[in-house]
């Protein structure tokens, strides 16, 4: 079935860094552009960053620009984001989303996979 | 503070109408019909009830309908049924620059 699996979540100090993984199974991965959203415990949903289906385009929230990356290997239907410098306000559940709808409809989502930032 | 301003609460009996307002400005909603809609109920992913401002994905209720005018866009669910109850996010394109806008979300209880 149509599935995002995100793993690579835990406990990191600040200024340290982190990788997410979203493996993606049961549609063709390599046809649409891919996100990272987050939310804060007890807060609402932010977008992080976005990537086009073939890794051609890339955009970032203007909180993360600079110390995270996204990338993806189509050959592996994996999404990354690479995390550096983490903040404590970095805080969150961390979700990848497809966009096989167009842009901002996020119609398939990830079970989620926390990253906690303290010291 | 979010870019797309949602009320913090609404609420209803079984069986009534809501309408879940979501505002922004003219250079995100006002300026494309990219205007999506998530359901998340406690511990979930969120679930995308809306698209391209009324459009509703395969497999969700036409309880749920979508509008927008000017800068503002709104979720109606009509016919509420307990299992409505959860929050509720709107979320527009908002140009290369900024790209992607949540609102800060509706709580929405059944009563």
């Known amino acids: 079935q149509v599935q995002l699996v995100e793993s690579g979540g835990g406990v990191v100090q600040p200024g340290r860094s982190l990788r997410l993984s979203c493996a993606a199974s049961?549609?063709?991965?390599?046809?649409?552009?891919m996100h990272w959203v987050r939310q804060a415990p007890g807060k609402g949903l932010e977008w992080v960053a976005v990537i086009w289906y073939d890794g051609s385009n890339k955009y970032y929230a203007d909180s993360v620009k600079g110390r995270f990356t996204i990338s993806r290997d189509n050959s592996k239907n994996t999404l990354y984001l690479q995390m550096n410098s983490l903040r404590a306000e970095d805080t969150a559940v961390y979700y990848c989303a497809s966009s096989s709808l167009g842009i901002g409809a996020f119609d398939i989502w990830g079970q989620g996979t926390m990253v906690t930032v303290s010291s | 503070q979010s870019a797309l301003t949602q009320p913090a609460s609404v609420s209803g009996s079984p069986g009534q109408s809501i309408t879940i307002s979501c505002t922004g400005t003219?250079?995100?909603?006002?300026?494309?019909?990219?205007v999506s809609w998530y359901q998340q109920h406690p511990g979930k992913a969120p679930k995308l009830m809306i698209y391209e401002v009324s459009k509703r994905p395969s497999g969700v209720s036409n309880r749920f309908s979508g509008s927008k005018s000017g800068n503002t866009a709104s979720l109606t669910i009509s016919g509420l049924q307990a299992e409505d109850e959860a929050d509720y996010y709107c979320?527009?394109?908002?140009?290369?620059?900024?790209?992607?806008?949540f609102g800060g979300g509706t709580k929405l209880t059944v009563l």
């Open positions: 003219s250079s995100d909603v006002g300026s494309y019909n990219l």
């Open positions: 049961g549609f063709t991965f390599s046809s649409y552009g």
């Open positions: 979320c527009s394109y908002a140009g290369s620059s900024t790209y992607v806008v």
